[in-house]
């Protein structure tokens, strides 16, 4: 098993991911009762050497709900063989982490609304008003 390449300036030793192998439900025929395809793969978040500090801080507060003791768990069964359930399970893994390990959004600059379009709002408001107006129901005089 090679290293897994995150993103240019994060990858994961291949010695810290384990696989585990079992029998997979879906397509498969009768071979689905004899090999096992389907691919669990993990990493220890909080264990791992391999992460600045910083970072593992941000992995563990964003994969919260998908962390059981601080190891991040991906389980693949969709192909019949257990080679390519291998390969999306890696896949899977790295897209993961890549979004968690994004940077926050910039904050966003609180803008006031221009006299232009403050105009425009209030004299929408006033043609409703007027069209509602003569909707009305007035008793004759």
Do not use: C, H, Y
Not at 3 to 30: C, K
Not at 108 to 115: I, Y
Not at 130 to 139: A, D, I, L, V
């Amino acid at each position: 098993m090679t290293d897994l390449e995150v993103s240019s300036r994060f990858t994961i030793p291949s010695a810290e991911l384990r696989e585990r192998f079992s029998r997979s439900s879906g397509p498969g025929g009768q071979g689905v009762n004899t090999t096992d395809s389907r691919v669990e793969l993990s990493w220890d978040i909080a264990g791992s050497p391999s992460i600045p500090p910083w970072l593992r801080d941000r992995l563990l507060a964003r994969l919260a709900s998908r962390l059981a003791g601080g190891v991040l768990t991906v389980a693949v069964s969709t192909q019949r063989a257990q080679l390519a359930n291998r390969a999306e399970a890696r896949e899977r893994l790295a897209s993961l982490l890549r979004a968690a390990a994004a940077p926050p959004p910039p904050k966003r600059r609180a803008t006031k609304p221009s006299r232009g379009s403050k105009e425009r709002r209030l004299a929408e408001k006033k043609r409703r008003g007027r069209t509602k107006q003569g909707r009305r129901n007035r008793p004759d005089d």
